[in-house]
T-cell receptor, first 115, second 110 residues
Framework: ETGVTQTPRHLVMGMTNKKSLKCEQHLGHNAMYWYKQSAKKPLELMFVYNFKEQTENNSVPSRFSPECPNSSHLFLHLHTLQPEDSALYLC??????????????FGSGTRLTVV | QKEVEQNSGPLSVPEGAIASLNCTYS??????FFWYRQYSGKSPELIMFIYSNGDKEDGRFTAQLNKASQYVSLLIRDSQPSDSATYLC??????????FGPGTRLSVLP
């Protein structure tokens, strides 16, 4: 385990469903991120939270709605998704005040399939 | 638009050989450079970072950085089949977000 836990690991949902992805970090980090990883494409940054405040929304469609109730928990609420939203959704955390030589710690990801 | 480029591969090397993975980046102000390994169906795992020009060695892995050429590489010596994975290059500038490359798929043939 990396210290960043994502649930569920796999999710199949219909286009009219509403579901949520959950991420929890046990590392005491102050920043959390949602990334989307599609086949043969670079990691796409979706949302950034610093000290539980959203600091970036990278032009993500409104059918994706993030929530960060505290600095350890991050959710991604999904509704009326499209088949092209099928991807691996990765949560990451980082301690942003430790300078430049500190990378992300990723969770294990949620493999989402929209049918 | 800040970009990080990598050859998508697959890069195939025989077991025991040196695998050389390359990455170029567009933001000249970038300060730190990270290599992540991602096995199929798994999440990225940090294996090395470098911030000074030159070489940095950690076991079988050597990261090389040339800021003037905006180029960073990862060498894997004595490659093993267990090194077969996708290697992601990530570039960081303080106060900004990481920018990831598309990854290079490495296949080490027994």
């Amino acid at each position: 385990e990396t210290g960043v836990t994502q649930t569920p690991r796999h999710l199949v949902m219909g286009m009219t469903n509403k579901k949520s992805l959950k991420c929890e970090q046990h590392l005491g980090h102050n920043a959390m991120y949602w990334y989307k990883q599609s086949a043969k494409k670079p990691l796409e940054l979706m949302f950034v939270y610093n000290f539980k405040e959203q600091t970036e929304n990278n032009s993500v469609p409104s059918r994706f709605s993030p929530e960060c109730p505290n600095s350890s928990h991050l959710f991604l609420h999904l509704h009326t998704l499209q088949p092209e939203d099928s991807a691996l959704y990765l949560c990451a955390s980082r301690q942003n005040d430790r300078g430049t030589n500190y990378g992300y710690t990723f969770g294990s990801g949620t493999r989402l399939t929209v049918v | 638009q800040k970009e990080v480029e990598q050859n998508s591969g697959p890069l195939s090397v025989p077991e025991g050989a040196i695998a050389s993975l390359n990455c170029t980046y567009s933001d000249r102000g970038s300060q730190s450079f990270f290599w992540y390994r991602q096995y199929s169906g798994k999440s990225p795992e940090l294996i090395m970072f470098i911030y000074s020009n030159g070489d940095k060695e950690d076991g079988r892995f050597t990261a090389q950085l040339n800021k003037a050429s905006q180029y960073v590489s990862l060498l894997i010596r004595d490659s093993q089949p267990s090194d077969s994975a996708t290697y992601l290059c990530a570039v960081y500038n303080y106060g900004q977000n990481f920018v990831f490359g598309p990854g290079t798929r490495l296949s080490v043939l027994p």
